[in-house]
């Protein structure tokens, strides 16, 4: 089982986590460190915030605020060499089929790699192939937005209503919220993703269908929730249009790899966008899977946008490990999971444009590193993924940061800065950042019975106004938030996924955790609408459940 492993893998793979030297000095050198506090850290070495900050493709991070000396660094890094990361590094690059259990290679990479570029899967040059769809999504968000592209009635489009789910949906409504600064005002973006059929009627509900056009985006064409709502959204269409059959061409593209299914549904296949089988859903958003965003801020910014993912790309690629801003995040992320047991990581940006941010790294770390068996098939016995979470800043400072602040568990943060604003409105955003550097501060100094007893505090009320501090954070600066600066940040998250992958030795790239519950779905779906009493076979729980559910729905 092993040796076949490895030669699917195409690399080698690292001796187990347990018996990586490494790995068993981190774990010796752990209490040590489990006893130091911050402040001590800080003032026994005045220039800790400066050494412990890098600058990497143009973005800042501050790493200093973290629980580490500087062995836990050496150690850390060693790891990342023992762990074979690397190799690793390389072997997706170069286009392995690193993705054993579907046996593809993952090279969202290709995607954002410069036109000259060459990667090859099964011998194929893959890059000009990514250009000649990015032409073909030029060229067509070009026409939309100059109105040169006519709904069926002649009128121009003006409601642009992006049909996905999960992967095809997540990435592309972050970056239409995160760069809405620079998208077509004039016309409206909207993504419609829950099968929950509130989600499509809320969507159009203000809509003329004469002047809306929904893209399909699906890489199967077969996801339950997203074809629900395309066959829903082509009822609504014709209902709207005068039930002409012919207006589907106009007001329905495809971004699939499935051209099959693609024509079954109506579209033609002139309208559609292809992708590859090497792009995983989560990874999919500067893809075909992005032409909603690309139509919303013009295909300059979207190059932009490509060029920023690739240059941090080439950053982890390239930068020694001291240095590399995806590695050392990914380091840090195992630090706090594996040895001190954190069960999360909370992502903080402070820029209302990145409110879907944290929503779409919980697909990335979640559904990649949610994984409990190796590579080799064995059970993990450390934890793997946290779990991400988060809120934009100031907003999560009224709410769950007292959890953070004073709860009994540990809870690293990174959070995610600009140093200029793209709405600059008086002191808004001085009082935004403040809070920034305010919090961090905050969490990794806290504040000492003495200095709350010094403010006069009465005895009894000091326990309650102690902040011990010693909490964790990342601080990421960058410039302002642009197009390019959007695309390092994501890359930046990936390859910090990728990192801790590697050193997990999981497969970061399949997500079959998501099948039984679509399977047992399906199976359950005729039963709700069976319009006879079905003979129910599943536990009692869920016979009880289906029961009363089919007893009550009809009723009102
Ligand atoms: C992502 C997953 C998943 C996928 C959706 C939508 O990595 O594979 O979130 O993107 O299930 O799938 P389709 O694009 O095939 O509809």
């Given at each position: 089982m092993a040796t076949e492993v490895q030669t699917k893998s195409s690399g080698n793979i690292a001796p187990p986590l347990d018996a990586r030297n490494s790995w068993q000095a981190l774990r010796a050198h752990y209490p040590q460190v489990q006893k130091l506090y911050l402040r001590a850290l800080f003032a026994g070495d005045p220039h800790r915030g400066e050494r412990m900050s890098v600058e990497g493709a143009g973005l800042f991070l501050d790493y200093s605020k973290n629980r580490i000396t500087e062995e836990t660094v050496k150690l850390l890094l060693e790891l990342a060499e023992e762990s074979q990361l690397r190799q690793r590094i390389d072997a997706m690059f170069s286009g392995e089929k690193i993705n054993i259990t579907e046996n593809r290679a993952v090279l969202h990479v290709a995607l954002r790699a410069p036109r000259g570029a060459s990667i090859l899967v099964d011998g194929v040059n893959v890059v000009p192939e990514v250009h000649a769809v990015l032409d073909r999504m030029t060229d067509f968000s070009n026409r939309v937005r100059s109105g040169?592209?006519?709904?069926?009635?002649g009128k121009r489009i003006r409601n642009v209503i992006n049909i996905g789910i999960g992967g095809s949906d997540l990435g592309p409504v972050m970056a239409y919220e995160a760069l809405r600064h620079y998208s077509e005002r004039n016309m409206n973006f909207r993504y419609v993703s829950n099968v929950d059929g509130t989600d499509f009627a809320e969507a159009v509900h203000d809509l003329d269908p004469a002047e809306t056009l929904f893209i399909v985006s699906s890489k199967t064409f077969t996801t339950l929730e997203t074809m629900t709502n395309a066959h829903s959204a082509r009822e609504w269409l014709l209902a709207g249009i005068g039930?002409?059959?012919?207006?589907v061409a106009r007001h329905f593209v495809a971004v699939s790899t499935n051209a099959g299914e693609v024509k079954k549904f109506g579209i033609d296949t002139e309208n559609m966008f292809g992708f590859w089988d090497w792009v995983g859903g989560r990874y999919s958003m500067d893809s075909a899977i992005g032409l909603s965003t690309m139509i919303a801020v013009g295909p300059d910014n979207f190059r932009e946008m490509l060029d920023g993912f690739h240059e941090m790309d080439e950053h982890f690629r390239t930068t020694p490990f001291e240095r590399n801003l995806p590695v050392l995040m990914g380091l840090l992320s195992i630090w706090y999971n594996d040895?001190?047991?954190?069960q999360t990581v909370a992502v903080l940006p402070y820029d209302q444009y990145l409110k879907r941010f944290p929503a779409y790294l919980q697909q990335l770390t979640m559904e990649s590193?949610?994984?409990?068996?190796?590579?080799?098939?064995t059970k993990v016995d450390y934890a793997t993924g946290p779990i991400y979470w988060g809120e934009p800043g100031t907003n999560g400072q009224h709410s769950f940061y007292q959890l953070i602040h004073q709860g009994t568990r540990l809870i690293p943060c990174d959070f995610i800065g600009f140093?200029?604003?793209?709405?600059?409105?008086?002191?808004h955003h001085d009082m935004l950042m403040a809070n920034v550097f305010a919090q961090t501060e905050a969490l990794a100094f806290g504040k000492t019975a003495e200095q709350v007893k010094a403010e006069g505090t009465p005895d009894w009320l000091v326990p309650h106004r102690v902040f011990e501090g010693n909490r964790p954070s990342n601080t990421i600066l960058a410039e302002r938030l642009t197009p390019a600066v959007l695309g390092k940040l994501v890359a930046l998250y990936e390859h910090s996924v990728f990192t801790q992958g590697a050193i997990w030795q999981i497969n970061s790239f399949d997500q079959w955790g998501v099948e039984l519950g679509k399977a047992l779905a399906q199976r359950i779906i005729p039963e709700l609408e069976n319009k006879n009493e079905p003979a129910l076979t599943h536990d009692s729980s869920t016979n009880n459940l289906i029961r009363r559910y089919r007893q009550k729905k009809g009723e009102r």
């Open positions: 040169a592209w006519k709904g069926h009635t039930g002409d059959e012919a207006a040895f001190f047991g954190a590193n949610g994984k409990s068996v190796t590579l080799a098939g140093c200029q604003s793209l709405n600059p409105l008086g002191r």
